[in-house]
């Protein structure tokens, strides 16, 4: 639905973005990811046709954005962090406006009307858009991107401001719509971006430096050869018994949690599953284990660790 192929963007000497490739197939949602100035929004402005590339295509279903810009553009639906409102508009004028400025060939009165009952705003439709709340003038913006029922929605930032109520309620939305639509999510909320997106692409300093799924990404920059095991009894009665399991390599108490009850990190060989080995053990020798869990990083510290961000840097440093 969406090729990315290759583009560059040079302003004079700077080299803004670097040769960005990625794909969007139809029905995914896409976390789209960079620190400030890592070339993010050059990038989705490209994509929308709003700056054109100094090399490489994008192409929305089919269309070159930049051959053939008109029959491109209708097919994307966009929300910028700070959505276009005219504020002295009610929502109702101003849903028929952007939908006459798209040209939409569908039945205004019914599409106005299906669109507010999807993003829940059919209560306010006849309220100036000034009047209204943060988290409903969002919903109106969505509102817009949505007429015409294009296949592709590129939307920024859309929870920044809401309330937690707000964010939770968007969330769902743009979850919904990842069922009919391609999404090109950007966000600096991480957790955000875990919950609602399929697949993320990382940018920085102009390049792309991930391309993965969620899961994917925490599994590959994580310790995948490390078990974290909560388990009661005494310590080193636990840690004897783990050591002689098979393809254990070491075995370390990170801190005590309770009454007898302690978490460790389990090393392993590479490429070798011991859960079963260690149930079994840890049973034969009555020392119950309460969780365990492979040690996979976050979405957040993959960023960090990607980006080369000097927080996780000094975070690192300190432990």
Known sequence: MIEVKNITKCYGDKVAVDNVSFTAPSGEILGFLGPNGAGKSTTMNIITGYLSSSSGTVTIDGCEILEDPKQA????????EIPPLYMDMTVQKYLEF?????????????HIEEVCRLVKISTVTHRLIKNLSKGYKQRVGLAQALLGNPPVLILDEPTVGLDPKQIIEIRNLVKSLGKKHTVILSSHILSEVQAICD?????????????????GLSQKLGKSNRLIVEAEGNKTKIIDTISCIPDVKSVKTEKELGDNVFEFSVDIEEDVDIRRKLFYAMAAEDLPILTMRSDNISLEEA?????????????????
């Not at 697949?199 to 899961?215: F, L, M, P, Q, Y």
């Open 73 to 80: 553009k209708s097919k994307i639906g966009y929300l910028p």
């Open 303 to 319: 960023f960090l660790r990607l980006t080369n961000d000097t927080q996780y840097s000094n975070k690192r440093r300190q432990q």
């Open 98 to 110: 952007m939908f006459d400025l798209k040209k939409v060939k569908m039945d205004k009165e019914e």
């Open 199 to 215: 697949r993320v692409v990382i940018i920085s300093n102009g390049k792309v430096v991930a391309d993965e799924t969620t899961e």
